[in-house]
């Protein structure tokens, strides 16, 4: 499904004021592309991803998933949405500390009101997509920071989403590691025809990308090309 | 309940001290209410066996409580009474403490040891006590076993010696053990002779119980109603019960804590699970079913030790210490624990609903 940001503007309070995060934003991410959100901290690319998975409703603008607004939805509305169509992929910390690989992945499926039994047969297939299945029953605690964020990746495939949304990915891991996730993460985009969204703070794994935008002070600033681009421009940029 | 039986099992020491507070609470509140329930039954089981639905107390004067040691109702008005429509019966009773002793003489072998005693005076050939007669008298298990007397022994009470027509039921009354008895046999206690501590009524549904108390100068009570004329099993039963309802307090206070401090460690976790789609209907199924888990294993436990303990003290102590062992003693306050548990729990709630799925993304803010 095709992802439409439309000219999004979302503003935090800061005090007495108001800080914009994002600056009548718009962008369009392609079904099968990985498109790559870059900026320095607090250029509002992580906003922009909050925006994307419906977790934050901006002031202004439409958020469109395959011609729908997620922007209009209810709070109730925006976690059905996540539940079946939006797969986030959080950074390295964030798996639930009680539970297995094999169980991060079959409590979305839980979640979602589907059959366990059946869930299983898919969660061990993806375990194996992201080479995990060995380390099925450990917890998070005995994985490596690389096992967790691929478990992270499989968990954020669980739903079968159309849209994957992915948080610094790369964070807290070393750069061997961090390549072997981008190119996963490529090739399950591929493979899987996804819509592929990724904030990162590194460049050197732009190359990854089939798009990649740049971020300064919630507006859209360069293309990885270098070109300017005005703000509320759709900006697109192919770096293949 | 996915990831609360997965908590459940992986953060097994904080739960298991969590499970041994609510296990041990409910013991105590557990044997607390043996122990509340076998005093009341001593202070009150030959009321609450009496045959009867209601009783009739004189009424009190204005500013005094109704009190079976201040009822005092004349013969006439017990005629009274008995012809009210709708009444089936009307048995007075003459209620007096005082000592008995066996006296070591007669046909069986009195023992001359003496005890203080509730006498129940009823008419020779009462509904009440069918074997008592004039010289004859029936006394339950506790005062047979004070005495040091069986069936056929001769007993002293109020100066006469009686002769002890059977021994049956265990009935006590203000903690003291019973002594049926013919009213020619019962002691004065302050009563005018002929005059009744009360009556026992057996009525039908049609009865006007009202009109007739306000004809008679009488004052009507359910056998229930009646037994806080009893003034040790007011003061008594009230304290206990308030230590009763102070230690279900503090179970929901030490729940609510717990779930409390263990909802805000784990409130990045649910952020996750919100972020995922989780709504906050299966968030809230979620806490609750691990918080009624928790009680319910815990109560189980403390249920389970208190009747092992209460079975120990039956079988060791016999009737010296009073403590019922019943489905009501032991299910009721687990159910109570349970569900003022499930309250303390459900302070944590708030923590549930407020987590922002947004700091799931450390980063967005």
Do not use: C
């Amino acid at each position: 499904m095709t992802l439409h940001i439309d000219d999004v503007t979302l503003t935090y309070p800061d005090g007495e004021q108001r800080l914009t995060a994002l600056d009548h934003v718009s962008l369009t991410a392609e079904p099968g592309t990985l498109t790559a959100i870059v900026g320095p901290s607090g250029s509002g690319k992580s906003s922009l991803l909050a925006v994307a998975a419906t977790l934050i409703t901006p002031d202004s603008g439409r958020v469109l998933l395959n011609g729908r607004d997620l922007a209009q939805l209810s709070r109730t509305e925006t976690a059905k949405a996540r539940r079946e169509g939006i797969g986030i992929v959080f950074q390295t910390s964030n798996l639930l500390a009680s539970l297995t690989a094999l169980d991060q992945l079959l409590v979305i499926a839980h979640i979602a009101g589907r059959d366990i039994d059946a869930a299983r047969i898919q969660a061990m297939d993806l375990l194996g997509a992201v080479g995990l299945v060995p380390q099925a029953d450990k917890r998070p605690s005995q994985l490596s920071g690389g096992q967790r964020q691929r478990v992270t990746i499989a968990r954020g495939l669980m739903n079968q989403p159309s849209l994957l949304l992915v948080d610094e990915p790369t964070s807290a891991l070393d750069r061997h590691r961090g390549e072997a996730v981008l190119d996963l993460l490529r090739e399950l985009t591929t493979d899987r025809n996804l819509t592929t969204v990724m904030v990162t703070h590194d460049h050197e794994h732009l190359a990854t990308a089939d798009a990649v935008i740049e971020l300064t002070d919630g507006r859209i600033a360069t293309l990885a090309d270098g070109d300017a681009v005005e703000p509320g421009v759709v900006a697109i940029a192919s770096t293949r | 309940m996915f990831v609360a039986i997965r908590d459940l099992r992986h953060a097994k020491g904080r739960f298991a001290l969590m499970g041994a507070v609510v296990t041990l609470i409910t013991m105590l509140v557990v044997l607390l209410s043996g122990l509340t329930a076998g005093l009341a039954r001593g202070n009150t089981s030959a009321i609450t066996d009496l045959p009867a639905d209601h009783l009739v107390f004189s009424a009190p004067a204005e500013g005094q409580k109704l009190a079976f040691t201040e009822s005092s109702i004349t013969p006439s008005v017990q005629q009274e009474w008995a012809s009210v429509d709708g009444v089936v019966s009307a048995d007075p009773v003459r209620i007096a403490m005082t000592r008995a002793s066996g006296s070591g003489s007669g046909s069986g072998s009195g023992s001359g040891r003496s005890a203080a005693v509730a006498v129940f005076a009823v008419p020779a050939g009462s509904a009440l006590a069918p074997r008592v007669g004039t010289d004859r008298v029936v006394l339950s298990s506790k005062a047979a076993a004070s005495l040091e007397v069986a069936a056929g022994d001769q007993i002293e009470l109020t100066g006469q010696l009686v002769t002890v027509e059977a021994v049956s039921g265990d009935d006590e009354f203000s903690h003291a053990p019973v002594i049926w008895a013919a009213t020619e046999n019962a002691p004065s206690s302050g009563l005018t002779p002929g005059n009744a501590t009360v009556i026992a009524l057996t009525t039908t549904g049609g009865a006007d119980l009202a009109a007739a108390d306000q004809a008679l100068g009488t004052r009507t009570l359910t056998v229930a109603e009646s037994l806080s004329g009893i003034g040790s099993y007011t003061s008594e039963n009230g304290s206990l019960q308030l230590m009763r309802v102070l230690l279900f307090a503090i179970s929901a206070l030490v729940i609510g804590a717990f779930f409390t401090v263990w909802t805000v460690q784990r409130s990045g976790e649910i952020a996750i699970l919100k972020a995922v789609g989780a709504s906050t209907g299966y968030l809230l199924k979620d806490a609750l079913g691990q918080a009624l888990a928790l009680l319910a294993i815990g109560t189980a436990l403390g249920t389970a030790a208190a009747s092992a303990i209460g079975a120990a003290i039956r079988a060791f102590a016999g009737t010296a210490v009073p403590f019922v062992l019943a489905l009501p003693t032991l299910l009721f306050p687990s159910a109570v624990m349970i569900l003022l548990g499930l309250v303390g729990a459900a302070v944590s709630l708030r923590t549930v609903t407020s987590v922002d799925p947004l700091t799931a993304l450390g980063s967005a803010r």
